[in-house]
């Protein structure tokens, strides 16, 4: 079997439906001829999918409310809270996407960067909710390459108390490498992500991919 097949079927990756509509929305990120304004446009159509599906895998309780027909309607709602944390650059272009679904939900940050001496991913700032052990979190950063910034970050959550199988890693594009790779270091990891790529480049750029999607969000091409 293909590492995409294998990263695909997957139990704990979860991608979105590969619907019409999505196919559409991710041809026009990848093509190299998009406009910014439409890379940031669609990219965000797509963001606001994700969190959704991400909202799925979170657990609920049952919840009777009284409809204004004065009925009881045997509903749900969510059992915990939630917050966001993204991977600093890239990540921060997916908070908008969460606080458009989650008002007022609080969102951490880390920045994580190769560390060139050692080639080691390092952790160079972290700023997360005080209560984070108490959350779900969702996990924000749009490529997912060799997972080098996700480990770290990951590692950075699991001591600040929070537990494995809270994580939610929510990505654009992921390379089958890292899919597989991170759940098999994280076994209550659970990853949404809306297309699994083919491979990476020596670079570590995913391929087909999109390029640099911190470049591309944030102009800085
Ligand atoms: N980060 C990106 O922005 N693009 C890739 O292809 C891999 C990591």
Redesign the pocket.
């Given at each position: 079997m293909s590492l995409p097949t294998q990263a695909a079927q997957h139990p704990r990756l979860h991608q979105l439906p590969q619907t019409k509509q999505l196919k559409a929305l991710m041809t026009i990120i990848r093509d190299q001829t998009t406009s910014r304004g439409d890379f940031v446009f669609y990219s965000d159509r797509v963001i606001r999918l994700l969190v959704e599906e991400g909202l799925n895998h979170l657990p609920v309780v049952n919840k009777e409310v009284i409809t204004p027909m004065g009925m009881p309607f045997q509903g749900v709602s969510f059992e915990g809270r939630i917050c966001g944390v993204s991977i600093m650059r890239?990540g921060e272009s997916m908070e908008q996407g969460l606080r458009d679904v989650c008002t007022s939900v609080r969102i951490g940050k880390v920045l994580i960067q190769r560390d060139e001496s050692t080639a080691q991913a390092k952790l160079y700032y972290s700023k997360l909710p005080k209560d984070i052990s108490n959350r779900w979190v969702l996990l924000l950063d749009?490529?997912?390459?060799?997972g080098g910034s996700a480990v770290k970050c990951i590692e950075t959550l699991l001591e600040a108390g929070v537990k494995e199988d809270r994580i939610l890693f929510i990505n654009l594009?992921c390379?089958p490498e890292g899919v597989l790779a991170m759940l098999e270091q994280f076994p209550k990891l659970q990853i949404i992500t809306a297309e699994i790529d083919e491979s990476?480049?020596v670079q570590?750029?995913?391929?087909p991919?999109?390029?640099?999607?911190?470049?591309?969000y944030f102009g800085t091409e």
């Open positions: 890239a749009p490529m997912l390459a060799t594009i390379s990476m480049d570590r750029y995913i391929l991919g999109l390029g640099d999607f911190g470049d591309r």
